[in-house]
């Protein structure tokens, strides 16, 4: 009897050992064919293909010939973050003789002036930017021997962030310059409570979302002395959480979904408040199960009053440096290109 239940015990053994593998097997052959599916090729055949996947996207192949070999450094914009973190790993992945290393300046914060003046002085092969190349810069870089030329590959809004307790229906431009120049401090001059307005602000050599502002915004006028200034956007939106009254401008992507401030309308006179997101608001309570979405159409027609393009900047010299701006320029504008410049956030500029 014993010997029979010995047999039995190694024949069930036997019989599982060969399920395990079988099914082990066919797991495998399976998962091979989903990483292996048959998509049909230019000329309608069916072939096999490996496609590399980035968030819902699925791309097959580098698809940008005139990117050169070699390793390249690039930096500049902060606002430029998410794309990187989106766009130029599937460009790596897609095209891995065309080597990124994202380059900090070595005794100054990142920022778009900085990443244009570390161009200037080749430090870098190309710079992000999200403003326009300055006169002045075109001079420093002739003075070395060559030009900038700025390619547009993106389109952001500048929002506006308050308190998520402030009741206040949104401002016009010209609210805002009066705020941020000190000319107004209560928020009962604009329609709001009896309640003292505390802005916030980077520093105007902190990056091109501040110059922009100053330029475009304030008419080149000095911030106001009851202006506060902070480091990091991260920090700023910390610091409305907890300040009645505060406000504070950023990139629109680095504001609109956010949970634990306010958006605001804006406007260019107060019978046309735009928002910065899509409506209907969705207010901090229900978040983070839904977050608010940018106003892309209102960004891309200009209808919303504080927009402005993204800017891969070039070197202009005949050499290596000059190809590979223009060709990662080119990339970002094509479509697969375009699909991650939006999935980062932003507004596709084609």
């Given at each position: 009897m014993s010997q029979k239940n010995e047999t039995l015990s190694l024949f069930l053994a036997a019989v599982i050992t060969i399920g395990l593998i079988f099914g082990g097997l066919w797991f495998l052959m399976e998962r091979w064919a989903q990483l292996n599916r048959i998509v049909p090729n230019q000329s309608g055949?069916?072939?096999?293909?490996?496609?590399?996947?980035?968030?819902?996207?699925?791309?097959?192949?580098?698809?940008?010939?005139?990117?050169?070999?070699?390793?390249?450094?690039?930096?500049?914009?902060?606002t430029w973050a998410t794309i990187r973190k989106e766009a130029d790993p599937a460009l790596q992945s897609l095209c891995p003789q065309f080597i990124l290393r994202y380059t900090q300046p070595a005794f100054d914060k990142p920022g778009s002036g900085t990443g244009i003046r570390m161009l200037i002085?080749?430090?870098?092969?190309?710079?992000?930017?999200?403003?326009?190349?300055?006169?002045?810069?075109?001079?420093?870089a002739?003075?070395?021997?060559?030009?900038?030329?700025?390619?547009?590959?993106?389109?952001?809004?500048?929002?506006?962030?308050v308190n998520p307790n402030l009741n206040i229906p949104g401002l016009t431009?010209?609210?805002?310059?009066?705020?941020?120049?000190?000319?107004?401090?209560?928020?009962?001059e604009v329609g709001g409570p009896n309640l003292p307005i505390t802005p916030f602000s980077r520093?105007?050599?902190?990056?091109?979302?501040?110059?922009?502002?100053?330029?475009?915004?304030?008419?080149?006028?000095?911030?106001?002395?009851?202006?506060?200034?902070?480091?990091?956007?991260?920090?700023?939106?910390?610091?409305?959480?907890?300040?009645?009254?505060?406000?504070?401008?950023?990139?629109?992507?680095?504001v609109v979904p956010q949970c634990v401030i306010k958006p605001l309308p804006l406007g260019r006179t107060s019978r046309q408040l735009v928002a910065p997101y899509r409506e209907p608001y969705i207010p901090p309570s229900l978040c983070p199960t839904q977050r608010n979405q940018l106003n892309t159409q209102a960004f891309r027609s200009g209808e919303?009053?504080?927009?402005?393009n993204l800017f891969v900047i070039v070197k202009q010299n005949g050499q290596t440096d000059q190809q590979a701006g223009q060709a990662y320029a080119d990339w970002l504008l094509s479509s697969q290109g375009q699909e991650l410049v939006e999935q980062a956030g932003f507004v596709r500029i084609k």
């Open positions: 055949n069916s072939k096999p293909t490996n496609p590399l996947a980035f968030g819902n996207l699925l791309f097959n192949k580098c698809n940008e010939p005139k990117l050169p070999t070699g390793t390249f450094n690039y930096g500049g914009s902060t002085e080749n430090q870098l092969a190309f710079a992000q930017s999200s403003r326009s190349i300055k006169a002045e810069e075109n001079v420093q002739q003075k070395k021997g060559f030009s900038l030329k700025e390619i547009p590959v993106g389109i952001d809004g500048i929002a506006i962030a431009v010209a609210q805002l310059k009066d705020i941020y120049t000190g000319k107004i401090t209560k928020w009962q520093k105007k050599e902190s990056g091109g979302t501040v110059e922009f502002f100053v330029e475009n915004v304030l008419g080149k006028v000095n911030f106001g002395n009851n202006v506060r200034y902070i480091d990091t956007t991260t920090e700023a939106l910390r610091k409305l959480a907890s300040t009645p009254g505060s406000i504070y401008y950023a990139s629109a992507p680095e919303y009053p504080i927009t402005r």
